[in-house]
Nanobody, 127 residues
Framework: VQLQASGGGLVQPGGSLRLSCEVS??????????WAWFRQAPEKEREFVAA????????YYAESVKGRFTISGDNAKSMVYLQMNSLKPEDTAVYFC???????????????????WGQGTQVTVSS
């Protein structure tokens, strides 16, 4: 599976951005996969943001983004999106999309369980 993230940029606090992740390799519709977004801020560890598990369609979110971010997918386009609203300066980071196979619920937030990663897209929230 190959992943390519895009859509980052500079936005003011309170603004919105939509990140896109193009999935190639023909596995987008596979029920084995979980598609996720992680982020890494300067001098911090990479952290989980959101995920959607294809097997049952369940969405997962980090507490820090719940209610502000929404993960979704488009089967026809093999795309995964992250709609980010009410952005805060602390959301500034490089955002990565990732793919993992056969993940159980307890593994969804663990980056070590994801096998394929996109290149990252920078999101900067600043006035």
């Amino acid at each position: 599976v190959q992943l390519q993230a895009s859509g980052g940029g500079l936005v003011q606090p309170g603004g919105s951005l939509r990140l896109s992740c193009e999935v190639s390799g023909g596995m987008f519709s596979s029920r084995e996969y979980t598609w996720a977004w992680f982020r890494q801020a300067p001098e911090k560890e990479r952290e989980f943001v959101a995920a959607v598990r294809r097997r049952d369609g369940t969405n997962y979110y980090a507490e820090s983004v719940k209610g502000r971010f929404t993960i979704s997918g488009d089967n026809a386009k093999s795309m995964v999106y992250l709609q980010m609203n009410s952005l805060k300066p602390e959301d500034t980071a490089v955002y990565f999309c990732a793919a993992g196979r056969r993940l159980i619920t307890s593994s969804i937030r663990d980056q070590r369980r994801y096998d394929d990663w996109g290149q990252g897209t920078q999101v900067t929230v600043s006035s």
